[in-house]
Nanobody, 116 residues
Framework: QVQLVESGGGLVQAGGSLRLSCVASGSIAFSTNAMDWYRQAPGEQRELVARMSVFGTTNYADSVKGRFTISRDNAKNTVYLQMNSLKPEDTAVYYC?????????WGQGTQVTVSS
């Protein structure tokens, strides 16, 4: 069984910063998984925000480029999302996802609310 647990969400004013964390546990070889951060706003589809491959390459949604940074610590089975210059449109539930040839796993999500 694999568990992904996100933390670090909360309420922040526009222009502020948050750092999300996602810790993986269970029967997962963390370093062999690509790690994603997704988000879903009310009434919207879930969208990919950032991705880090097993090789460390990264991809970002255009809407967050230059503001968000994904990183990972394989020794801690943890992926991070540093979010700077937050905007009200960043308000959403943020989910981490791990995927490899062995399967796809999702966390339960953490709420991020950005006030104007």
């Amino acid at each position: 069984q694999v568990q992904l647990v996100e933390s670090g969400g909360g309420l922040v004013q526009a222009g502020g910063s948050l750092r999300l964390s996602c810790v993986a546990s269970g029967s997962i070889a963390f370093s062999t998984n690509a790690m994603d951060w997704y988000r879903q706003a009310p009434g919207e589809q879930r969208e990919l925000v950032a991705r880090m491959s097993v090789f460390g390459t990264t991809n970002y949604a255009d809407s967050v480029k230059g503001r968000f940074t994904i990183s990972r610590d394989n020794a801690k089975n943890t992926v991070y999302l540093q979010m700077n210059s937050l905007k009200p449109e960043d308000t959403a539930v943020y989910y981490c996802r791990a995927f490899s040839a062995r399967g796809i796993y999702w966390g339960q999500g953490t709420q991020v609310t950005v006030s104007s």
